[in-house]
């Protein structure tokens, strides 16, 4: 995956930037690159550099507990325009993002296709909140969360709108009926014509006067 180009760092993110630094050295990452990016989910700060594995850890959730220690520092005793960041290495975060995105999609078409509630794998708090926005407007369905950690996970269950339906299949059954009377018209009305013509063909004229 191609390096994303950073995006122009606002003001009121430069003490966020220095306190990742701050952590990251403390880590012994202090030979890294940080850039600022602003996707349409949220502001990340991307690490760019050597030796990240330890930063993201199994499955992510070294990075997934770094960010919730990260942003509830950034916020400890801020009530109002409370921001949040994502901390992201090397794209990870950004290309789960793209994959979860993508699964709430095919998910969504299942359970309307099949009309019966999906259970997805167990997944991050920060991975089900991906799914949730991504189906937040959907018309069709609606996720919800179910289990403990770390075995939470979302269930997305189809849209019942009992009246709605009803009134569709009433609708499609008129229309089924018309035509069906239609066809049984038509139908008996193209058999009645040759025993018609039969019957004025076989009638006896006048008599020969």
């Not at 801020?78 to 290309?95: F, L, P, S």
């Not at 299942?110 to 920060?126: G, Y």
């Amino acid at each position: 995956m191609a390096d994303v180009e950073p995006s122009p760092e606002p003001e009121a993110a430069k003490p966020a930037r220095a306190l990742l630094e701050e952590i990251l050295a403390k880590m012994g990452l202090d030979d890294v690159e940080i850039v600022y990016i602003a996707r349409s989910e949220g502001e990340y700060f991307e690490v760019r550099g050597p030796r990240l594995a330890s930063l993201i850890g199994r499955e992510g959730k070294t990075l997934e507990a770094l960010n919730l220690i990260y942003n509830n520092i950034i916020n400890a005793g801020v009530r109002n325009n409370r921001r949040y960041y994502t901390i992201d290495a090397e794209g990870y975060r950004a290309r789960r993002a793209d994959q979860l995105k993508t699964l709430a999609l095919a998910t969504l078409e299942r359970v309307v296709r099949e009309n019966k509630p999906i259970k997805l794998e167990p997944m991050l708090p920060s991975e089900r909140k991906i799914v949730h926005l991504a189906l937040a407007e959907s018309p069709f369905v609606r996720p919800e969360s179910e289990g403990v950690e770390p075995e939470r996970r979302l269930v997305v269950f189809p849209k019942s709108d009992p009246p709605a339906r009803l009134a569709c299949a009433a609708r499609a059954a008129a229309r089924d009926s018309a035509s069906i009377t239609s066809a049984t018209a038509s139908a008996a009305l193209r058999s009645s014509l040759p025993l018609r013509k039969a019957r004025r063909v076989n009638s006896p004229g006048p008599a020969a006067r």
